[in-house]
């Protein structure tokens, strides 16, 4: 069928109409949030049916509520059917852990891809990876990093398919391993387009989830309400790379409410772009400098450093450019002097060094260190 | 009267020959030129006119026909006045044909009857030569440029007046003393690169193999410095090599004749014709001037697009083809392509704290690297602001030394595929030929696998390493040399 679930584990007709009144109020929960902050939609959504027609269109409050009422539980089904999405709700078996105790958490999940069963989302199996859209190559590179490294350990990376950083860290993780994405809209519509064909690589071999009905498009207000979802469903949120008041600080803010683990990577101290992150440092999220430190803060849940994280064995120059590497040395000139060779041999060890994943390249000719840990270190 | 003389119009980069027939008949004076000119042709008559009569020869009152033949082909520039001057002077009895028979003739005249010099002299003497001519007439300030070409007789004249000299039965004009060598006086030296060990690599890579260079660095750190250098270390050109470049920049009016290798730095608002070639009738561009040298390319990311991607098939071929409506012409491009860019928009790359490039930005800056033209670029260099203390410090090596090395791995090229072709240049059945240990293949496998090798890169990593096997002086190319290209060519992180 078209689920990962058993039809028993579909949502209940209840959940399913809330979803859909939720998506039928949009237009007014938009023109309510608007000119508010942000923030205020999650608690919105907190309300039950009738008082939130009641609060967003108190003039059309009880047309809404039994139009409604009078949604049919088969066409309904058939819809998402239509859509090859499966859904999920609290009442039944299947529902991702993170999601079950929260106030602010949906109580139906609409979602898309048959890669694994959402139920495997679990706190301490999942991280939420998240950042700027207008990212900085930097920023960008950290993601990916952590991405593939996080999906490597065996964790479900999950993220929000926006532009910038959330792009890089679905990139990275569809690479190596599980990845899950939370849409503003319905979990059929790709967004941002241009993420179109990221959507399709992450529905081979990911999920993705939804708190609305298919076709629903994405309004204003579903950011941050997706969010909250993202982070509720982990126990641990990363921050890669956020302005000084940027969308992911509240994806933060949410799961610190909500009593998870906020850590954050660090950027230049004059970067703009990391503005936002070092704060967070500051006020006493964990630092990551890669997949290394979520792992071991997660560490308490049974997980280990994957074998995939070893790189192969080194020869004696190798190791020597690898050392000038860590030690600050990022263009062949300063290189080569650091590692006592020629300008020809260390170059040739790098594009080694390269094709075995311990350093990569930027246009400029500037080598970085991977996550990737040396054999026997 | 009758009489007729033989003259050229350029079409592309070759001088295609003229019959230039004057008929004088009785009738009302008037003077008509047919045969498909173009207006400054067409306005030959009044220069002919005033300098006939301004140097004492008479104008017939009588109505002359001038008649250009082939008449499909489209004669165009001033070139062709001094040979309907002259023919015109045969068929009006003043000279005696005979004498003229078997001269070709080609100037521009000023109203005083002075000769002015044209464009393309070479290219006409070799066409002169082709025809069996006994000769050409050219003005004096094209004399240097013309004698260049072996096995025809240049004359030179300052005027049209010394034609008189046809009437006595002797050759008017001068013999021209062909241009100097001057070779390599003028051009800069690499010693003035201090430090940059890389970058010196890079270069004397690029020149060694005729492959394609990429330097990437920020504003200042002296990739224009080191592009205007590369000329210095490249092998000098043969002598067929100086006559084919002199032959272009003669047609193109490319400044003074010089007998090293062309350099040219178009600035990045170029369009596409104006790179590549065209208009109608199609004319050379940029990278036919800088045939058999470098075509430098400062900028990279702020050219347009269109004039990039027309670089590509000149780039496999070393040679332009361009179609109008009126035909197709081929012209030679083959170049060595230097380009700079900055690593993003403002230029300070994202190493240093102070770019706060968004990624967007950068990869709209950079898109123009990607792709195919970025497949076609052998090695990309990352340029860093020199070191303060190599600032400071002593000179470079200079070009003669670098050039030594790449002489003698030019020559073991050379043996390999035919002389003058170097790596580069090497097709892909040759490239399957190198000799290349089983470490150096397996490590090209490695990276295949690691980094996605398209086909075309594959068979440059390989014909790059084969470059670095030569400089080194290796048989076959060796797990080291492959790693090392691949180092140059590297793509990945972007």
Redesign the interface.
């Given at each position: 069928m078209s689920g990962p679930n058993d039809d028993s584990n579909e949502a209940c007709p209840v959940c399913l109409r809330r979803s859909w009144l939720i998506a039928r109020l949009a237009p007014f929960i938009q023109v309510a949030c608007d000119n508010r902050a942000g923030r205020r939609t999650p608690e919105l959504l907190r309300l039950s049916d009738q008082d939130l027609a009641a609060a967003v269109a108190p003039r059309r409050a009880d047309e809404l509520l039994t139009e409604n009422q009078r949604l049919d539980e088969g066409h309904l089904r058939g819809t998402l059917e239509a859509a090859d999405c499966w859904s999920c709700c609290v009442h039944g078996a299947g529902f991702p852990e993170g999601l079950e105790d929260g106030a602010d958490a949906p109580c139906c999940l609409i979602g898309r891809g048959n890669a694994f069963p959402v139920e495997e989302v679990t706190m301490s199996g999942s991280v939420t990876v998240v950042g700027a859209r207008?990212?900085?190559?930097?920023?960008?590179?950290v993601a990916r990093m952590l991405g593939s490294e996080l999906a490597s350990a065996g964790l479900v990376v999950v993220s929000g398919l926006a532009?910038?950083i959330d792009g890089a860290v679905h990139r990275g993780a569809v690479e190596r391993g599980r990845t899950l994405a939370v849409l503003a809209g319905g979990a059929d519509r790709p967004y941002p387009a241009t993420h179109a064909r990221l959507y399709r690589r992450i529905l081979e071999s990911g999920l993705v989830i939804s708190e609305m009905p298919p076709g629903t498009r994405p309004w204003r207000w579903g950011f941050p309400a997706r969010n909250r979802i993202m982070a509720a469903l982990s126990r641990m949120t990363v921050v890669v790379e956020a302005a000084r008041r940027s969308g992911s600080l509240i994806t933060a803010e949410m799961a610190a409410d909500a009593g998870r683990e906020v850590g954050a990577v660090p950027g230049?101290v004059?970067?703009?772009?990391s503005a936002g992150t070092n704060e967070l440092i500051a006020s006493g999220a964990a630092l990551v400098r890669g997949g290394v430190d979520v792992v071991e803060r997660l560490a308490g849940m049974g997980l280990s450093l994957p074998e995939q994280l070893f790189g192969p064995e080194l020869g004696e120059s190798e190791r020597l450019i690898l050392d000038a590497v860590e030690g600050g040395h990022?263009?062949?000139?300063?290189i080569?002097p650091a590692a006592g060779l020629g300008?020809?041999?260390a170059?040739?060890?790098?594009?080694?060094l390269?094709?075995a994943?311990y350093v990569?390249?930027?246009?400029?000719?500037?080598y970085?260190r991977t996550g990737l840990a040396a054999a026997g270190s | 009267m009758l009489a007729e003389t033989t003259s050229f119009t350029l079409e592309g980069i070759t001088a295609r020959p003229v019959r230039v027939e004057v008929d004088i008949h009785r009738g009302l004076p008037s003077f008509q030129i047919v045969g498909l000119p173009d207006a400054a042709v067409r306005e030959a008559r009044e220069r002919v006119r005033a300098a006939l009569v301004n140097t004492g020869f008479e104008f017939p009152l009588r109505r002359i026909t001038a008649n250009l033949a082939p008449a499909d082909l489209r004669k165009a520039g001033p070139g062709l006045d001094l040979a309907i001057a002259t023919a015109l002077l045969a068929a009006g009895g003043e000279l005696p044909p005979e004498q003229l028979a078997g001269w070709a003739l080609a100037g521009e005249l000023a109203l005083d009857g002075s000769v002015r010099p044209v464009r393309g002299a070479l290219a006409m003497a070799e066409s002169a030569r082709e025809q069996s001519c006994r000769g050409i007439i050219l003005p004096a300030a094209n004399g240097p440029e013309a004698a260049l070409a072996p096995g025809v007789e240049v004359r030179t004249i300052e005027s049209i007046s010394e034609l008189r000299q046809f009437a006595r039965g002797q050759v008017p004009g001068q013999k021209p003393e062909p241009a100097g060598q001057i070779r390599n006086h003028a051009l800069p030296d690499l010693r003035d690169l201090r430090g940059q060990p890389s970058l010196r690599r890079a270069i004397e890579v690029a020149a060694a193999g005729g492959h394609a260079l990429l330097m990437v660095g920020p504003p200042g750190s002296g990739k224009s410095l080191a592009a205007r250098r590369i000329p210095s270390v490249l092998p000098p050109m043969s002598s067929d090599e100086i006559l084919e470049v002199a032959r272009i920049a003669g047609v193109c009016g490319a400044g003074p004749l010089r007998a090293e290798r062309p350099f040219r730095a178009p600035h990045h608002t170029v369009s596409a014709p104006g790179l590549v070639g065209g208009g109608s009738p199609p004319r050379p561009g940029e990278i036919t001037l800088a045939h058999r040298g470098v075509l430098f390319l400062d900028e990279l990311c702020e050219f347009r697009r269109p004039a990039l991607e027309a670089l590509r098939e000149p780039l496999e071929s070393g040679e332009v083809t361009i179609s109008r409506a009126n035909g197709r012409r081929t012209l030679p491009a083959g170049f060595t392509l230097v380009a700079a860019a900055n690593p993003c928009p403002c230029g300070r790359g994202d190493e240093d704290p102070q770019c706060e490039c968004s990624a967007a930005a950068v990869a709209r800056y950079r898109s123009t690297l990607s792709g195919a033209l970025a497949d076609r670029i052998d090695i990309i260099v990352g340029v860093a602001q020199p070191d303060p203390e190599a600032m400071a410090g002593e000179d470079g090596e200079c070009s003669a030394a670098v050039r030594e090395r790449v002489l003698i791995a030019r020559e073991r090229m050379s043996e390999r595929l035919g002389s003058g072709r170097p790596n580069a240049a090497a097709t892909r059945a040759e490239v399957s030929r190198f000799e290349v240990e089983p470490e150096a293949r397996h490590l090209l496998i490695e990276a295949a696998r690691s980094q996605k090798l398209s086909g075309r890169s594959h068979d440059r990593a390989l014909r790059l390493a084969r470059t670095l096997a030569d400089l080194d002086g290796s048989g076959p190319v060796r797990e080291e040399h492959l790693a090392g290209a691949l180092q140059l060519r590297r793509r990945s992180g972007s």
């Open positions: 207008r990212a900085t190559g930097y920023g960008l590179e532009l910038g230049p004059t970067a703009g772009p990022s263009l062949v000139d300063g080569a300008v020809a041999r170059a040739a060890g790098l594009a080694r390269e094709i994943g990569n390249c930027s246009l400029a000719g500037e970085r | -």
